[in-house]
Every structure is written in C-alpha cells, then in structure tokens.
C-alpha cells in the first residue's frame, strides 16, 4: 500500500489489490482514491500471502467505478491481471472471445487482455498438462509471451496465478516498467519510487520484453521466448525524496526545491575554464557541427520550456530552431533529415505521444537527444543521447521545479552546440554559465517573498478568468502561468503574446479583469520594456486589475500596476527562471484557497503514457 501510495501520482480514479493465497486470488478494489482501498482493507483485511500486485488507475476505457478498477481477476477467480496503457485492438479481440463464450463485467480494454491471457493460460493447461509445468511459473510466462504477441498498443500487464502462487509475471511495450531487485524478495513497478523503502538496485526493461520475478530470481524474455538482459542500475535518492519535507503538499515543497533542482542540472556540466563538457552527449562531434535545423519535441508544460529553450538556442547557435507538440508532428509529414536533431522534452521520459515522434524523427534518419527528469525510462533509452535533469523525483502532478530544470538543461545544450560550432567565444560561454551558477540563489530570494503573492491570490479565490501577457522568453512563461492555473484551480486562464492584445484579444478586457503580465528588464539596448508598459496601459486604461512580474529596480511599472512582484537582476534570456516562480506560486495558492488538491488535479495524471 505503501508503493501504490507513491505512485498514486500516475492516476488516482480507482485502486485495487490481488494477492494469491492458499485457497486462490483474494482482491479488494475500489473507485476514487487509494484512501477508499485503505479503509476497505482495514474493515475487510485480505489473507496474509508473499505474493501480490497492485494498481492505481487513471480512466482510458471506462469510467472510474469499481467494476472498471484493477485487478482483473478472470479464469473462474484463478487470474489476477493489472495494466497501465491502451490496447488499440481489444475491440476485434473482444468480439473473438464473445463468439468463444467468454463474458465481462467491465467496459475495459484490460479485461480483455485478462481474459486473452486466462484462455491462453488454460490451452497451455490443456496441452502441456498441469501437472509438468504448473508450479515452475513456465505456464504463465509462456501465457504472457503468447498474450503479448497478440496485443497491440501501449501496455504494461502483470498476473499471477493462484496455480503458480510463488511468482509475477509482467509484458511491457511502450509503457513503464521497471523491476527492484531486493534480498529474498523483489519487485515490479512502473516507477521505481513504488519500493524504494526496500531497494535502490533496479533493472531497466527493454522494448517488448516479458519478466517473471519470484522472491529470489528474475528472468527476462523477448516476447517469443528468447533470453534477454536488462541493465541494472543504483537509484541515487532515497525514500525521503518523495517525501513531502514538511510542506503542505508536495508542489509546494517541489517549488521550494527548485534552486537546488537548477544547480543540481548545472553541477558538473562544465571545467573551471567554464569549457562545457557533456558526457552523455554521445553523439559524434562532427555530427553535430553539420546540424542544420532542431525540432523541440514535447507536450504541455515541457513544450513551454521548449519555446523558452528556442530563443536562446537560436540567439547562441544561429541554428533555425521548431517547437512542435509531440502528438502533431508524426501526423502533418514533417520535413526531417539526417542533418536535423531532434530535442524531445519529458519528464517522466515515458510521454507517449513524444516517445512515438522520437521513433518516427529517428526512422527518417534524424539524431535524436532527450532532456529527462527520470533515470533510465524509454525516451532516454531510445534516443541517441540524453541530459538527464537532475531534479529529484516530481511527484506533484502539474510540473514545477522539472520545468525550470529542463529550461536549464536546454540551455546547456545550446551553449554546447555553440562552443562545437564556434558560434560564441570561449569566454562568452563562461561569462553566460556564470550568469546561469547565481540563478539558484535568485530563484532561493523569489521563494523569500512568497508571502505577498500568497495573500493577493488567496483574496483572488472567486476570479473566475485571468488572462497572462508576455513578450519575448515571457510569451511562453505566460502561456505556463496560464496553464498552471487551469491545472490546479480548474478556472479559465490564457496566456497570450503581448504584441497581439490589439489583434483581438483586447476584445477580452472589461472592467476588473485581471490581467499578469511579465515585463521584461528595462536594461538593453533591444529592451521590450517600453512596448509591454504601453500593453500595460491599454488593458488598464479599458478597466484590468493589473499584476506586473518585473525586475528589481523597475520603479516605471509601479504606476500602471495594482501589483508588482519584483525579481532580481538577470540576463533577458535567464530571466524566465525567475519569473516562472511568482506566477507557480500564484497558482498553487490560488487552487489551495478554493479547497482543491494542488497534488492531483482532477482528470490528470502525471505520466501520459497513452496517445
């Protein structure tokens, strides 16, 4: 219960529990939280056993009740069958097992596989005979293998059997799976913060293999059958990562860690000659001088750091530079080449619309890198090269402190092509990794003045739209500002490009509307400042409320604005890690003071594993 608390954070409709026991499968499950299961099983306990899996589920086929909850128990109670994905073709499978005599009681697609691997199971049966392989776990592995083929679409599926009690036997294509190796005892799980109080040892699964784990052995497949090999690595934080820390929730605290989660990114990245020296980067050198154009791969809150990450990669490298959201590009026939790099963005690494375009960008022949949060997950392990973010488990479900890391690590990226290309100076790289090594302190001194926003959102409680302005790198902070807001406080928000308020969006302003806007510096000979002020004064002058993100020492702004928040001094294009914050801090005090749940906003999950 413990591990299905931590990973809650992947969806959080229904939970359930299988155990197999010496007279079967005993299952306890329940639609809503995985506070409804806890207060079931301490009014009905489950038998005490050493074998089970578990599942919290977010709703694809069916609604979130508890017929539609995991496990799956099929094959006349025998089977216990758990899933996260989608299988595409359940429906012509479905109509198979119908004609066969099969029923169901759900309206899930997983159920389906259930009953596919159970008739599966039971032909085995039927031809092997029980009595030469039930017991050894070679039936129901040798069921999931058979299953897997069949299947398809994104799926992890483990079972267990009540006739093979000692062993889990798990599938994985396109979805997260990892397993944890512990003494006399070992696990799967779809994130390995679900048995992290046991064990740091953990095991990557490739791309359509089949694991059967008992208490002490686990072995790999391919789907037909065929050895296979996993690669085993030490996780390096501990159970008091995903933890709260003392906050209120965990978005709070994951703010809060957002100066340790920049520099964390940045330690190490570079010589004391301020030479950028990224290791993971394993493509060849000459390669990446030829790089003609970079699409930015990602959705959501990733794609916004994308678009940030764009400016100043074209800014430094001189390298046309595309933003694309992951589950449109593979679909308009994109033009890519092997002289395009492909940069795809996701936290979790297993964003399934993003792992899909990286595979069709690498099939045209283009280079591929990933910026990820999560230590040996599929995009990582399919792209050429990876910088891995170092920001510590998110478990929050609407991203923070992973966003600022991926616009840190994008940077780092840029700088490196630059210093390949010789487009900037040695000596102008260091100067920017300077400017980039007192963020974190920056950052640490917003965090300081939370209070003020805290109190102007809780007084905020009843708005029921916000519109965010931003011009240049402050475009896309609008855009996150507002997507924030949507996320935890379920109310309209939009961001939009400050220069197109007087294309229509001003049409939008009426007296008491509240506008943000994230001013740029004043400093600069290309300084914006002077043209969002005038943006300022035409929404005021129609009746906003206006609230101004701006630099310290901006006193211009005070006039025009109800509010200012104040950030320190930066670099135009660093600027973003500091104004983010305030607007982070906005939106999680404004949710709270409605009473929501900041952590898991309805109808979201953390990890979009399905297309």
Not at 290 to 318: D, F, M, P
Not at 352 to 365: F, P, S
Request: net charge negative; proline share 4%; charged share 20%.
């Amino acid at each position: 219960m413990e591990g299905l608390r931590r990973l809650e954070y992947r969806g959080y409709d229904s939970a359930g529990v299988a155990v197999v026991t010496a007279d079967g499968i005993s299952m306890a499950k329940k639609s809503g939280k995985l506070a409804n299961l806890i207060a079931e099983l301490a009014a009905n306990p489950l038998p005490a056993s050493m074998t089970g899996i578990g599942h919290t589920r977010w709703a694809t086929h069916g609604g979130p009740t508890d017929k539609n909850a995991h496990p799956h128990v099929v094959d006349d109670g025998k089977l216990a069958v758990i899933h996260n994905g989608i299988i595409e073709n359940y429906a012509p499978l479905k109509a198979d097992l119908l004609k066969q005599g099969y029923t169901f009681v759900s309206e899930t697609d997983t159920e389906v596989a259930a009953v596919l691997l159970g008739d599966i199971y039971r032909s085995l049966t039927e031809v092997e005979g029980a009595a030469g392989s039930e017991g050894t776990g070679a039936l129901l592995t040798e069921a999931m293998q058979l299953a897997a083929q069949r299947l398809e679409g994104a799926f992890t599926l483990l079972a267990t059997h009540a006739g093979q009690p000692g062993i889990v036997v798990a599938a994985r294509r396109n979805s997260p799976l990892v397993v944890g190796l512990g003494d006399g005892e070992n696990f799967l799980g779809s994130d390995v913060s679900g048995f992290i109080d046991y064990t740091r040892r953990a095991v990557e699964l490739g791309q359509d293999q089949v694991v059967t784990i008992s208490a002490n052995s686990v072995e790999i497949t391919d789907f037909y059958g065929a050895p296979a090999q996993g690669k085993e690595y030490l996780v390096d934080w501990d159970a008091a990562a995903a933890e709260k820390g003392g906050y209120p929730s965990f978005m709070e605290k994951e703010i809060n860690d957002q100066p340790e989660a920049v520099a964390q990114t940045l330690l190490g990245r570079s010589d004391i000659d301020g030479k950028l020296i990224l290791d993971e980067l394993r493509i060849d050198a000459e390669v990446l001088k030829t790089i003609n154009k970079i699409i930015v791969l990602a959705c959501g809150t990733s794609a916004y750091a994308g678009q940030v990450a764009k400016y100043a990669i074209e800014h430094w490298c001189r390298i046309p530079t595309e933003v694309e959201l992951s589950h449109e590009f593979r679909y308009r026939d994109p033009i890519v080449d092997e002289k395009t790099l492909i940069v795809s963005i996701s936290q979790s690494g297993e964003t399934m619309d993003t792992l899909m375009a990286v595979r069709y960008a690498k099939e045209q022949g283009a280079k591929t890198v990933s910026i990820c949060n999560t230590n040996g997950s599929t995009i990582p392990r399919e792209s050429d090269a990876v910088l891995y973010t170092h920001a510590g488990p998110e478990i929050a479900v609407a991203s923070t402190k992973a966003f600022l890391a991926q616009i840190t690590a994008a940077y780092l990226l840029g700088l490196y092509l630059a210093q390949l290309r010789g487009n900037l100076f040695q000596g102008q790289i260091k100067d920017i990794l300077a400017d980039l090594a007192k963020v974190p302190a920056k950052i640490a001194k917003v965090l300081d003045n939370a209070e003020q926003i805290k109190e102007l959102a809780t007084s905020m409680a009843d708005t029921r739209t916000v519109l965010f302005l931003g011009r240049h790198v402050g475009y896309p902070v609008a855009m996150e500002g507002a997507l924030k807001l949507k996320e935890l406080a379920y109310i309209h928000a939009e961001g939009f490009a400050a220069g197109e308020l007087k294309h229509g969006p001003i049409a939008l302003i009426e007296e008491g509307q509240p506008v943000i806007v994230v001013v740029p510096s004043p400093r600069g000979r290309d300084s914006l400042h002077s043209k969002v002020v005038s943006n300022i004064q035409e929404v005021r002058a129609r009746g906003a409320k206006t609230i101004v993100i701006a630099e310290e020492g901006d006193e211009s702004v005070r006039e025009h604005a109800e509010h200012v928040f104040y950030i320190p001094e930066t670099t135009p294009l660093l600027a973003p890690l500091l104004t983010t914050v305030p607007l982070q801090i906005f939106a999680l005090a404004l949710a709270t003071a409605k009473g929501y749940d900041v952590d898991q906003p309805r109808n979201l999950a953390k990890s979009v594993t399905v297309e």
